[in-house]
């Protein structure tokens, strides 16, 4: 991969990059459209990071769809399709670790020790392996964008960060892979989600409506939902730092996690 890229940028090509877990929906499929536009050549990468995974979670039923994900890729105008072990990612006698202090911790860091360590440190590698001249990730992963961007910065990557906009089913349930284990009834209740997030917009937006305002209507939203089993997270944050936000200040992070059954879902807009 390293010395496909090389050949590239040898010959002046810019390189854009789209790492994925693979079981791809057209919220990937946007990114890699987002990339042919802006670069000459797009490599995207398929991986199942095992070390973002905690013990209890998804790891061994994470939805594995190569062959369609090659066919999507190519339909898409992807070039290159970089697919590693995760015994070539992480060979015997692996011991270094990328951890992004304080913005790790927050949202779902809480719920999910160490997850964004395995995010930065396999998107570190992933990086360094292609080379890219830009690398895209979805805003749906808001907390990982903002992680990312902090360790490209801290150790000099050299790689331009574009974020894009989270790509929605008709009824404005963010696509995810994690769609896939929703049953008929729990897709509908994963409707309540966006709801929550648009409850909070509309109080922002008003004039008068207040950060605490904002975050009990989109709790109520949520309670209202009998299939959510629990609320992780659900709030008004400050986008830089995902601490919670106060009343004034311009932008503001409106963020959710929550299951349905055992699934995790998460969602976010920015207003
Ligand atoms: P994943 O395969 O879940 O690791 O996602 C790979 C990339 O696709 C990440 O940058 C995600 O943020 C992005 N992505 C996932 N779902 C969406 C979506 N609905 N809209 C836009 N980007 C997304």
New binding site residues.
């Given amino acids: 991969m390293q010395e496909t890229s090389r050949r590239h940028t040898a010959k002046g090509k810019s390189i854009g990059f789209?790492?994925?877990?693979?079981?791809l929906?057209d919220?990937?499929l946007?990114?890699i459209r987002r990339s042919k536009d802006e670069n000459d050549i797009v490599v995207a990468s398929v991986f199942v990071n095992p070390m973002q995974f905690g013990p209890n979670e998804d790891f061994d039923r994470y939805p594995r769809d190569i062959e369609g994900d090659r066919e999507k890729l190519e339909k898409s105008g992807a070039d290159v399709l970089f697919i590693p072990e995760a015994k070539m990612i992480y060979p015997q006698g692996f011991a270094t670790r990328v951890h992004v202090d304080a913005l790790s911790e927050r949202l779902c860091g809480a719920f999910r020790p160490g997850h964004f360590s395995g995010v930065a440190t396999v998107v570190c590698k992933l990086l360094n392996i292609a080379r890219p001249t830009r690398a895209?990730?979805?805003?749906?992963?808001f907390q990982?964008t903002v992680v990312i961007r902090r360790m490209a910065e801290d150790l000099n990557i050299g790689v331009d960060i574009v974020v894009?906009?989270?790509?929605?089913e008709p009824g404005g349930l963010?696509?995810?892979?994690r769609n896939a284990y929703l049953g008929a009834e729990e897709r509908k209740a994963a409707g309540a989600i966006n709801g929550a997030l648009q409850a909070a917009a509309s109080v922002l937006r008003s004039a008068s409506g207040t950060v605490p305002e904002a975050v009990s209507a989109m709790k109520s939203v949520l309670d209202k939902e009998q299939l959510i089993s629990e609320i992780q997270y659900a709030g008004v944050y400050d986008p830089l730092t995902l601490s919670e936000a106060a009343d004034e200040g311009k932008e503001k992070l409106i963020a959710v996690a929550v299951k349905i059954g055992r699934t995790r879902l998460i969602d976010n807009i920015l207003i």
């Avoid at 789209?18 to 079981?23: F, H, I, K, L, S």
């Avoid at 895209?136 to 992963?141: A, L, V």
């Fill in positions: 789209v790492p994925t877990m693979g079981a929906h919220g990937h946007s990114l895209y990730f979805g805003q749906k992963d990982q894009c906009p989270t790509v929605r963010a696509m995810s892979s």
